[in-house]
C-alpha cells in the first residue's frame, strides 16, 4: 500500500513533494544563477515589474470613481469562519454535495461509512471542479462537473489507516471521481437534484472512452486491454472545464499521474515519466491494488492513456466520451474554447506544474453556426506560448519540424518534451484561461511557483524570472492577459500585460505588495478559477494559503472576487469555509443564479461545512442569488 497523504499536509503540499525533479541540479550552479539573478532583480524587479504594469496605468491604475463593476455590491470582508460569506443582499444555499444520490433508489450520504463502491456510483462525485449548465430544449437545466480527487483522510475516514483497505474502498476511491452529469431545478427558491432524470449519468475512473486524434491507434497508446490504441477507461482528476459553442462539456484531466504506481520497485520506468512525475508509488489511491491496470511494470502504456481533454455530450447520457489527443498530453487545468475571428476554434490550455507551459490549440476546421461541428476538436495544430520581456509574444508551432520529434502522435502525447524542444517560457504554474466575451483579450491565472528563480522545471529547463513571470519564489500568483494580433486568436503573434499581481501590502512594501490594484482591503492569494460572466465581469477563485498569518495575514479564507478588465479594481465577493478552495463556477439560464464551487473544505481536518456540527466535511455546489432577483451574472 502507498504512503498515505499525510494529514497535515494539503494536496498542494504533497504534490511538490511528489512532483518529478531532475536526479541531480548542480545545486552549486543552480545557486550561483539563483544569486546573481536576485542581485539583479532587486534593482530591476521593482522597476521592471511596476514599470510594466504602470505602463498600462490606464488599464491597471487604480481609479475609485471609474471602478466599480457591474453588479453593484459591499465587498466581504476576508475572514476564517467556516462558512461560505456573500455581500449584503445576496443569498446562498446548497445546490449538492458530495455523496447526495442521483437516483432515488440509492442511499442517502451515511457520515459514518462515507459510502462505498455501489453508492458512489449512484452519487454526487467527490471534490467538485470544473462545471458548466446546459439548457435542454425544454428548458431543463444540466448541470456538468468535474470530481477531481478524493481527500484520502476524509473518503477513508471510517478506516483506521485513513486510506482504502480492500477492493470496495478502491472502487468507492474510482466511482468518485470522473464526471457528473446532473438535472438540476429550483423548488421554492431553492436548487437541487432531479433525482432520476434522464439525464443523470456518473462517468468514472472505469467509463469506456474512445481516443481520437493525432495519437488515436499510435503503438504507445496499446495496452492488454485495448491493442488497437483507439479505447482507453475512464478520467480522473478532472480539474478545470471547457465548454463549446456546439453544446458540448470539456472535462481536463490534470494530476493523472498521482493513480499509477509499480508492484516491481527495481522496474526501470520508461525514460518519459520522469517528465510526467509517475512513479514506482502512487499517491496514497491504491488503485493498483485492485486494478492491474495502474501497475505500470505490468501495463507501462496505460500512463499514456491519461492527461488529456475529454469531450462529452451532456445532452446524451449513452455517448460515449472522446479524448480529445490533438489538444496535447499534460496536466491540462481548464481548456477555454472561443471561436477566432475568422473562424476556426481555438482553445487556450493550461498545464499547471511548476515551470510548465501554456498552450493553444487551433482547429483545422472552420465553425459554422448550425452546422455539424462536433469533430472541430478531432484534429488542428498546436502551438505553446513564448512571452518576450518586451510585452509581445509568439505561439510557437509544434511540429515534427521544430520539435524533432518522429509525428504528430509523438507530439500530442509526449506534448511537454516538444515545448520544451521549441523553448517555451516556463510559467508559473498556468491555471484558468478566461477569455473575455467583449473582447479579443484572454487571461491566464499564474498561480504560484515557490521553485521560480529556484531550480529547473521537471524537464530541467531552467526557470529564472521572466516578463510574465518576473518574482523569484513567488507565492503570491499573478495573472496575466494577453490580446492576439488583429483581434484574431488563431493570429500567430499577440501582446502581453500583467492584469495583477497578488501580493500582500500590509506585509511587504516591495513587488510582493503587489501592483497597484491590491490593497489591504481586497488582498488574495494564487489566483486558480477564473471565468468571465456575460456582462464581462471577471471572476477570480483562489486556492491558495489559508492559514491567515505571516506573508498571508489577512487574507483568510480562500475566496472569490469579481475584477473590472477596464479599471484594475477587484472587489471580494465571497469567502469560502475553512481549508476549501473555491472553484469552478457557472450560471443558470436566466443568469439569475450563480453555481460555485466548494472543494475540499477540512481538507487538513479543520471544517465541518456544510452540516456543521461534527459532520463530515463535504465539497458542494451553492447557488448564490440576489434578494432583489436580479441577475447575477
Ligand atoms: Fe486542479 Fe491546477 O488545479
Ligand atoms: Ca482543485
Ligand atoms: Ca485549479
Ligand atoms: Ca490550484
Request: glycine residues 12%.
Amino acid at each position: 500500500m502507498s504512503k498515505p497523504l499525510p494529514p497535515t499536509m494539503s494536496f498542494d503540499e504533497f504534490d511538490e513533494i511528489n512532483s518529478p525533479r531532475p536526479e541531480v541540479t548542480g545545486f552549486d550552479v543552480v545557486a550561483d544563477k539563483f544569486l546573481s539573478r536576485r542581485s539583479f532583480l532587486r534593482g530591476s524587479l521593482a522597476v521592471g515589474a511596476s514599470a510594466f504594469v504602470l505602463g498600462t496605468g490606464s488599464l491597471v491604475g487604480r481609479d475609485a470613481q471609474a471602478a466599480a463593476s457591474w453588479l453593484t455590491f459591499e465587498p466581504v470582508a476576508a475572514n476564517s469562519k467556516d462558512a461560505i460569506t456573500v455581500p449584503k443582499g445576496f443569498s446562498s444555499h446548497i445546490v449538492a454535495r458530495w455523496g447526495d444520490p442521483l437516483w432515488s433508489g440509492a442511499p442517502e450520504f451515511d457520515h459514518a461509512s462515507r459510502g462505498d463502491g455501489a453508492s458512489s456510483a449512484k452519487a454526487f462525485g467527490d471534490n467538485n471542479d470544473g462545471m458548466e449548465l446546459y439548457t435542454t430544449a425544454d428548458g431543463r437545466s444540466i448541470l456538468a462537473v468535474n470530481n477531481e480527487y478524493t481527500n484520502r483522510s476524509i473518503t477513508y475516514g471510517n478506516r483506521e489507516s485513513k486510506l482504502p483497505e480492500n477492493a470496495d474502498d478502491v472502487l468507492k476511491g474510482k466511482n468518485l471521481h470522473g464526471v457528473t452529469v446532473m438535472e438540476v431545478a429550483e423548488q421554492g427558491g431553492k436548487w437541487g437534484i432531479v433525482k432520476g432524470s434522464y439525464y443523470n449519468r456518473r462517468i468514472t475512473a472505469d467509463t469506456p472512452m474512445a481516443i481520437t486524434g493525432p495519437a488515436r491507434g499510435h503503438d504507445w497508446l496499446k495496452t492488454a486491454a485495448d491493442n488497437t490504441g483507439t479505447l482507453s477507461l475512464g478520467t480522473w482528476n478532472n480539474c478545470g472545464n471547457g465548454t463549446t459553442p456546439w453544446g458540448t462539456y470539456l472535462a481536463c484531466e490534470e494530476n493523472f499521474n498521482g493513480y499509477f504506481s509499480s508492484s516491481d520497485k527495481e522496474a526501470t520506468p520508461p525514460a518519459a515519466f520522469k517528465r510526467y512525475g509517475i512513479k514506482h508509488k502512487d499517491w496514497g489511491y491504491a488503485w493498483a491494488t485492485a486494478d492491474e491496470r495502474f501497475d505500470w511494470s505490468k501495463h507501462p502504456n496505460e500512463p499514456n492513456r491519461a492527461g488529456y481533454v475529454v469531450e462529452i455530450d451532456p445532452m446524451d447520457p449513452n455517448s460515449t466520451p472522446k479524448k480529445r489527443t490533438a489538444l496535447g498530453r499534460f496536466k491540462h487545468e481548464n481548456a477555454e474554447v472561443v471561436v477566432a475571428s475568422d473562424g476556426h476554434v481555438v482553445v487556450y490550455l493550461g498545464d499547471d506544474e511548476r515551470g510548465e507551459f501554456l498552450y493553444k490549440f487551433v482547429s483545422a476546421g472552420k465553425y459554422v453556426e448550425g452546422g455539424d461541428n462536433a469533430n472541430l476538436l478531432e484534429d488542428g495544430e498546436l502551438y505553446v506560448a513564448k512571452f518576450s520581456d518586451n510585452g509581445t509574444g509568439m505561439w510557437v508551432h509544434l511540429t515534427p519540424a521544430t520539435t524533432g520529434m518522429a509525428s504528430k502522435a509523438e507530439i500530442c502525447i509526449h506534448t511537454r518534451m516538444a515545448a520544451s524542444a521549441v523553448g517555451a517560457t516556463t510559467m508559473d504554474r498556468p491555471e484558468w484561461v478566461a477569455a473575455n466575451p467583449m473582447k479579443a483579450e484572454a487571461y491566464c491565472c499564474l498561480t504560484n511557483n515557490k521553485n521560480r528563480g529556484v531550480k529547473p522545471n521537471a524537464g530541467g529547463d531552467a526557470t529564472p524570472v521572466n516578463g510574465p513571470n518576473p518574482r523569484e519564489k513567488n507565492n503570491y500568483g499573478q495573472i496575466v492577459r494577453w490580446a492576439p494580433t488583429d483581434g484574431n486568436h488563431s493570429s500567430a503573434a499577440f501582446e502581453w500585460d500583467l492584469y495583477v499581481m497578488a501580493g500582500n501590502p500590509t506585509v511587504h512594501a516591495d513587488a510582493y505588495a503587489g501592483t497597484s490594484n491590491v490593497t489591504a482591503d481586497n488582498m488574495f492569494n494564487s489566483p486558480d478559477g477564473l471565468k468571465f460572466d456575460s456582462k464581462g465581469g471577471l471572476w477570480i477563485q483562489t486556492d491558495g494559503n489559508y492559514s491567515n498569518a505571516k506573508d498571508f495575514a489577512g487574507q483568510g479564507n480562500n475566496q472569490m472576487l469579481l475584477g473590472n478588465t477596464a479599471t484594475g479594481q477587484i472587489d471580494r465577493f465571497l469567502v469560502g469555509p475553512n481549508q476549501c478552495e473555491v472553484t469552478g463556477l457557472a450560471w443558470s439560464a436566466d443568469k439569475k443564479t450563480m453555481f460555485v464551487g466548494i472543494q475540499h473544505p477540512g481538507e487538513k481536518g479543520d471544517s465541518n461545512w456544510p452540516e456543521g456540527g461534527d459532520a463530515v466535511p463535504r465539497s458542494a455546489i451553492v447557488a448564490i442569488t440576489r434578494d432583489d432577483g436580479g441577475s447575477i451574472g
